[in-house]
């Protein structure tokens, strides 16, 4: 009896363990913008980003050339002078959402920490900064938002266009996932 | 009526300005590319395409903007996008609704690559339009 008893509480253990959220379509939003100049920002609505619901793990992969601008040049701009997205086609985040437990989610957000590596380039950097979770029905949306350099990434900057690129670029996150089956 | 010489340069000047200015607008302002901008790399069975993208996934991912069309079936579909046999995910070119797709109908359909996600074990593609359903 108590080996049956175990056996179901490994499973029930493991299907936890294993149940993944998950979306391709995830929203990240970049903005590089500096006042009275021609606003740089651009929005990729192809992230795909996975959240381990029972350790609170979280992956995240963005194809550079998803981001969509508004004007046709910057965005060639954007990918062949500055991300060399060719050669650096991707982004990976690879983190962890810290106390995180699934039963505490519910329609009204909840702020957690998310800290973890970004990479990009062939280089990573560390990111620390809070996510909100929320249920949405059966689907979970994740908001985040942080900064980061551009020499973080070994992205050089002309010197020509310098003033008109922020020097911070402030990175926001929004992600519908639903359940993996 | 002759206009001076004076007056020539300025109209010849002026002119060339507009036609600069116009240029220049329409070089910033360009139109986005369309899938009919891009090259055509494949048309076939997504089964066949899937055999040969096994050996070099990540090369596809750095080939710039490239086109497939593909014929294949319906895995899984979402608002934004559908699966096609499993191993593509296609999302839509805006505006377009999943609405009357069903999961194994059998389809043709054609989107710019953009690159081997490696979390879900497919092929991304996007600003895709179907061709046949």
């Known amino acids: 009896m108590k080996k049956i008893l175990y056996l179901c509480m490994f499973f029930a253990v493991s299907t936890v363990v294993a149940q993944k959220y998950y979306t391709k379509t995830g929203k990240t939003y970049f903005k590089a913008s500096v006042e009275a100049f021609e606003p740089v920002e651009a929005t990729s609505e192809s992230t795909t980003a996975v959240i381990n619901m029972g350790t609170g793990e979280v992956a995240a992969l963005l194809f550079i050339k998803s981001f969509h601008f508004r004007i046709a040049l910057m965005e060639e701009h954007f990918n062949e002078n500055y991300m060399d997205s060719d050669k650096y086609p991707k982004a990976k985040f690879k983190g962890k959402l810290e106390g995180f437990n699934m039963a505490d989610i519910s329609e009204t957000p909840k702020e957690y920490k998310l800290s973890g590596t970004l990479q990009m380039r062939e280089m990573e950097k560390a990111i620390s900064t809070t996510a909100k979770l929320s249920k949405s029905g059966d689907n979970i949306i994740l908001e985040s938002f942080f900064t980061v350099k551009p020499q973080d990434f070994g992205i050089k900057i002309p010197s020509i266009v310098r003033e008109k690129i922020a020097k911070e670029i402030n990175i926001t996150l929004n992600y519908e996932l639903i359940e993996k089956k | ?133």
Not at chain 2, 49 to 70: H, P, Q, R
């Open chain 2, 1 to 133: 009526m002759s206009l001076s010489k004076k007056s020539k340069i300025l109209l010849i000047s002026l002119a060339v300005l507009v036609v600069a200015a116009v240029g220049g607008y329409f070089y910033i302002y360009k139109s986005h590319k369309t899938l009919d901008d891009m090259e055509l790399v494949y048309t076939g069975s997504a089964e066949e395409f899937k055999s040969k993208m096994d050996t070099n996934a990540d090369t596809w991912t750095k080939a710039g903007d490239k086109v497939i069309d593909l014929t294949g079936v319906i895995t899984a579909k979402d608002v934004k996008g559908i699966s096609v046999n499993g191993d593509f995910y296609f999302q839509l070119a805006e505006g377009t609704k999943t609405n009357d797709l069903a999961e194994n109908q059998k389809i043709r359909i054609k989107g710019r690559i953009i690159g081997y996600d490696d979390l879900l074990g497919e092929l991304k593609l996007d600003k895709a339009i179907i061709l046949k359903k």
